[in-house]
C-alpha cells in the first residue's frame, strides 16, 4: 500500500461522495470539502454537548439515577449502534446507486492496487460517515461530563472510532461481492433474478425503517446492556464489550476486547481486499430475459382507454421501477411508510378498540397519498437522460401525462386494495366502512397521481447520480406536504361528521371534492408537461 | 421544392450563442452532410430541425409542416438518431423496438417483420434479449439507427449514426441511406469522418462557432477554398482555421 496513492483517493473518493448527495452547486462547494466534515463534527460534538449538559442540570432529582444508568448503556451502545448504522447507510447508498457509475469507475483504469483501494475507499466511508459518531458522543457528552463518566466516554469514542472502520469495511465488502456475484447471479437466472433483487431491496429498506422506528431503537437500546454480555461471541459486538468490561472496571477484559476488535478490524479489512483482487473490475451484466423466437407484443397488456402509445410507455414505466435498482426504493415507499406508521402509532392489543375510523384515516390515508404522490412525481425525472426518446417520439403531452398518472393510479389502487385489506382484519369497520373508505383510498389515489405529474413536470431533475430524486429539491419538500393535504382535504368531511352518522352525505361530498380536484390538477398536469415538452433540458 | 426549409434560424443557452441566423434547404433524396468542429452548433440545429429545441428566432418546415406549429407530426415524419444516444437500458434491445413501434404506432406484422430484417442484418440477432445495460456502445447505436428507420421515415436527421459502428455495419448503414435517397428520402446528416461525407452526401454544409461558414458540393467547396486538388480534409481544415496542427503535435510530442 502506497500512502501517496492511498491518501488522495481516499480525499477523491470523499469529495466524490459528499458532492454526489449535493445538487446544489453551492452546497456542493460547501459540502463537498472534506475540510468542512471535521469542523461539523466537532460543532454537532460541542453544541449537542453543551444543550445535553444544560437540560441534564436541569433534570428533577428523582430521575437522576434512571438518567445515569441510560447514559452509561448509551455509551456502551455507541460502537455498536455506530457499525450498524454505517452498514445500513452503505447499503442504501449501494442499492440506489445508478449501475452505469460504476462500471465507469475511474479505478477501474488507473494504476491502483485493490488494497489502495479499498484503505482509500474505507477511509473515505469512515470520514464520510463520521458524522453518525459525532452525533451519539454529542448526544452523551453532556450527561457524561455532568455524571463523571468522562473516562467511559473517551473509552466509547476511541471504540467508536474503531467501530468507524469495521463498519466502512464491512460496506467495502459487500460491494466488492455485489460488483460480481450477484452480476453473475442476474445472468444465469434473468427475470427471477430481477424479482429476487426487487424483493430484497424491498425488505432491507422495510428493515431498515423499523429498526429505526422510535419504538423498536427505546427496546433495542433498553436491552443492550444485557444482551451485550451475553453474545460476547459476536465480533460486531467486542467494541461495545470493551466499553462495558471498562465501565465495570474489569482489568484485563477491556484489552482483550479491544485487541479482538482490532483484529477483527484488520480481518474485515484483508477479506474486503481479498475480495476486490478477486472481483476488481466489474463486469458489465447481459441479463438475457428469454430465448423464445420474437412475436409483437402488439395490443398484449392493452389498457382499456388508452392507445398503443400510452400503453407503450405505462409498460416502460413499470419495467423500469421493478429492474432498475435505484427505482426499487420507491416501491418500497408503501411497506416502508405504512409499516413504521402503524408500528409506532397504531395501538395494538385490547386498547386497540378504542381507535376509532378518525384514528385510522391518517394511518390509511398518509401512506397511500405519499406512495402515489412520490411515484407520480419522479415518473418523468426518471426518465434521466432517455427523455430525448420522449421528445423525438410523435406523441403530446396529454398522453404522456396519462400513461404517466395510469402507470401511479394502477399501482397506486393494489396497495389501496392491499392496506385496507389489513385494515379490515386489524380494525374490523363495518361494510359501510369498508366501502367508504375505498372509495377515499381511490380517490386519493387518482388525486396524487395527477398532482404528481403536475409536480414532476414543474420541478424535473434529470440528472443519474446515487440517491436521485428525479424532482428538484423544492419539489421533493412541495410535492409529499401538498400531497398529504389534499389527501386530508378529501377526507375532512369523514374526520369531521363521523361516518357512523352521515355515511352517504360524506361520501358523496368527499367524492364532489375529489372530482373537483382531480380536474384542476389534470388540467394543470397537461398545461406543465405541454411547457416541458416544448424544449429538452437535458 | 425543398423538403426541409430552415430560415434564419438562431439559438443561445444562456450567453452562449449555439445557432447563428442560419439558412439552407434540403431537397427530397438529397443528403445533406453538416460538418464541423465540436461545438459548432451542428446537433443544435439537427435538435432545431426535430422540433425539441425551440428556435430564438426564424423557422422551420419539413415537408411543408411548420415545426413549431405541429411538432407530432413531424416527429411522425422524421427517423432520429441523436449523437450518443441514451436508450432505455432497462429494456431488452427487443422491448425497446417494440416501444418504439408503439409510440409510432406500426401493425403487429409489419412490425414483427421489420424489426427481424433489422436485427439481421446489424448483426443484432443473438442478442435482442438482453437487456440494453449489456450492450456495447456499437449495438446500442445500431438499435438507435434500427428504431430512427422502422416507421418508414419520410426525412432523416441523423447526428454522426456511423459513431462506434463495426465496418460491416457500417457498410449497410450507408447503403441503407442510399436506398433512402433512392426513394426520395431528405437527409440531414452529421459526422467527423470527412471521407464518409465525401462518399455519402450529395451537398456539405461546414459550420463553425455557429454560423455556416461554406455551403456546396465537394468540388464547388474546393473551389471556394482555392485549391482544387485538395482533400475535404484540407478544405474543412482551412475553412475551420485549424489547419496549424502539424505545430500543435508538434510541441506535444516533445
Known amino acids: ?83 450498524f448504522m454505517i452498514i445500513l447507510f452503505g447499503i442504501l447508498s449501494e442499492l ?67 467501530s468507524l472502520f469495521i463498519g466502512s469495511s464491512a460496506v467495502e465488502l459487500i460491494r466488492a461481492v455485489t460488483n460480481r456475484i450477484s452480476s453473475s447471479f442476474y445472468r444465469k437466472s434473468g427475470r427471477s433474478g430481477i424479482f429476487a433483487r426487487l424483493s430484497l431491496t424491498i425488505i432491507v429498506l422495510v428493515v431498515f425503517q423499523l429498526i429505526f422506528s422510535g419504538r423498536v431503537i427505546a427496546s433495542v437500546l433498553g436491552r443492550l446492556t444485557q444482551t451485550v454480555a451475553t ?6 459486538m467486542w467494541p461495545s464489550l470493551a466499553v462495558q468490561t471498562f465501565s465495570a472496571a474489569a482489568n484485563l477484559a477491556p484489552l482483550g476486547f479491544g485487541l479482538l476488535s482490532l483484529g477483527f478490524m484488520f480481518a474485515l479489512f484483508g477479506l474486503a481486499v481479498g475480495m476486490r483482487r478477486a472481483y476488481w473490475v466489474p463486469v458489465p451484466v447481459s441479463i438475457s430475459l428469454g430465448t423464445q423466437p420474437y ?32 427505482m426499487a426504493r420507491f416501491l418500497a415507499i408503501p411497506f416502508v411508510l405504512a409499516a413504521s406508521l402503524w408500528v409506532s402509532l397504531y395501538p395494538f392489543g385490547s386498547s386497540s378498540e378504542g381507535f376509532g375510523l378518525t384514528g385510522i384515516i391518517p394511518l390509511y390515508l398518509i401512506p397511500i397519498a405519499i406512495f402515489c404522490e412520490v411515484l407520480s412525481m419522479t415518473s418523468i425525472g426518471q426518465e434521466g437522460s432517455a427523455i430525448w426518446n420522449l421528445y423525438a417520439a410523435p406523441i403530446d403531452a396529454g398522453k404522456v401525462v396519462s400513461a404517466k398518472m395510469s402507470l401511479t393510479i394502477i399501482l397506486g389502487s393494489v396497495f389501496t386494495c392491499g392496506l385496507l385489506l389489513a385494515v379490515a382484519l386489524l380494525s374490523k369497520p363495518g361494510t359501510g366502512e369498508t366501502l367508504s373508505l375505498l372509495v377515499l383510498g381511490l380517490l386519493v389515489v387518482i388525486e396524487e397521481s395527477a398532482l404528481g405529474v403536475y409536480v414532476a413536470g414543474r420541478f424535473p431533475d434529470f440528472r443519474e ?74 | ?49 426535430v422540433g425539441i429545441i425551440k428556435p430564438d428566432t426564424g423557422s422551420i418546415s419539413v415537408l411543408g409542416t411548420d415545426v413549431a406549429r405541429d411538432p407530432v407530426a413531424i416527429k411522425r415524419m422524421i427517423g432520429y438518431v441523436p449523437e450518443s444516444p441514451r436508450l432505455y437500458e432497462f429494456l431488452s434491445g427487443l422491448e425497446y423496438l417494440d416501444f418504439v ?64 459502428l463495426d465496418p460491416r455495419s457500417a457498410r449497410i448503414v450507408k447503403e441503407l441511406l442510399h436506398k433512402f435517397r433512392d426513394n426520395g428520402v431528405p437527409t440531414i446528416f452529421s459526422t467527423h469522418v470527412l471521407e464518409i461525407a465525401d462518399a455519402i452526401c450529395d451537398r456539405i454544409i461546414i459550420m463553425d462557432g455557429g454560423h455556416i461558414i461554406a455551403e456546396g458540393t465537394t468540388q464547388e467547396l474546393k473551389t471556394k477554398a482555392g485549391s482544387s486538388g485538395s482533400t475535404l480534409e484540407e478544405i474543412f481544415l482551412k475553412l475551420t482555421g485549424t489547419s496549424d496542427t502539424r505545430d500543435i503535435v508538434e510541441a506535444l510530442g516533445r
Request: aromatic residues 8%.
Open chain 1, 295 to 326: 412475436q409483437a407484443s402488439f395490443g398484449t397488456f392493452r389498457i382499456p382507454g388508452l392507445d398503443a402509445a400510452e400503453s407503450a410507455i405505462i409498460r416502460k414505466d413499470f419495467r423500469s421501477l421493478t429492474r432498475r435498482r435505484e
Open chain 1, 1 to 83: 500500500m502506497k500512502p501517496n496513492t492511498v491518501w488522495p483517493l481516499a480525499i477523491v473518493l470523499t469529495k466524490s461522495q459528499l458532492r454526489g448527495y449535493q445538487r446544489s452547486k453551492l452546497l456542493a462547494k460547501w459540502f463537498g470539502n472534506p475540510n468542512i466534515i471535521v469542523i461539523l463534527d466537532t460543532l454537532l460534538i460541542v453544541i449537542l454537548g453543551t444543550i445535553g449538559y444544560y437540560l441534564i442540570s436541569n433534570l428533577p432529582p428523582d430521575l437522576m439515577v434512571v438518567t445515569e444508568r441510560l447514559v452509561v448503556e448509551g455509551l456502551i451502545g455507541i460502537p455498536t449502534i455506530t457499525t
Open chain 1, 231 to 236: 453474545v460476547w461471541y459476536v465480533p460486531i
Open chain 1, 96 to 162: 440506489s446507486q445508478p449501475i452505469q457509475s460504476i462500471s465507469s469507475d475511474l479505478v477501474n483504469w488507473l494504476p491502483i492496487t485493490p488494497s489502495d483501494y479499498v484503505l482509500g475507499s474505507t477511509l473515505s466511508l469512515s470520514y464520510t460517515y463520521s458524522f453518525l459518531l459525532a452525533f451519539f458522543l454529542g448526544l452523551t457528552l453532556g450527561p457524561a461530563v455532568y455524571f463523571g463518566n468522562g473516562i467511559i466516554l473517551a473509552a466509547s469514542a476511541v471504540m467508536g472510532v474503531m
Open chain 2, 1 to 49: 421544392m425543398s423538403s426541409v426549409d430552415v430560415n434564419h434560424v438562431s439559438k443561445s443557452f444562456g450567453n452562449r450563442q449555439a445557432v447563428t441566423n442560419v439558412s439552407f434547404s434540403v431537397r427530397g433524396g438529397e443528403v445533406l452532410g453538416l460538418l464541423g468542429p465540436n461545438g459548432s452548433g451542428k446537433s443544435t440545429l439537427m435538435k432545431t430541425v
Open chain 2, 101 to 164: 413501434s408503439d409510440v409510432h404506432g406500426l401493425a403487429k406484422g409489419e412490425r414483427q417483420e421489420r424489426i427481424m430484417e433489422f436485427l439481421k442484418a446489424l448483426d443484432l440477432e443473438s442478442r435482442e434479449n438482453e437487456l440494453i445495460h449489456g450492450y456495447s456502445q456499437g449495438m446500442k447505436q445500431k438499435l438507435a439507427i434500427t428504431a430512427a428507420l422502422l416507421h418508414h421515415p419520410r426525412v432523416l436527421i441523423l447526428d454522426e449514426p456511423l459513431n462506434a
Open chain 1, 465 to 538: 447520480t446515487v440517491r436521485s430524486r428525479y424532482v428538484s429539491l423544492s419539489g421533493s419538500m412541495l410535492g409529499p406536504v401538498l400531497g398529504v393535504i389534499v389527501a386530508l382535504l378529501t377526507a375532512a368531511p369523514m374526520l369531521l361528521n363521523g361516518i357512523f352518522q352521515t355515511v352517504f352525505s360524506s361520501l358523496l361530498l368527499e367524492m364532489m371534492i375529489g372530482f373537483l380536484l382531480i380536474a384542476v390538477f389534470w388540467r394543470l398536469a397537461i398545461r406543465q408537461v405541454s411547457s416541458l415538452l416544448t424544449e429538452i433540458r437535458v
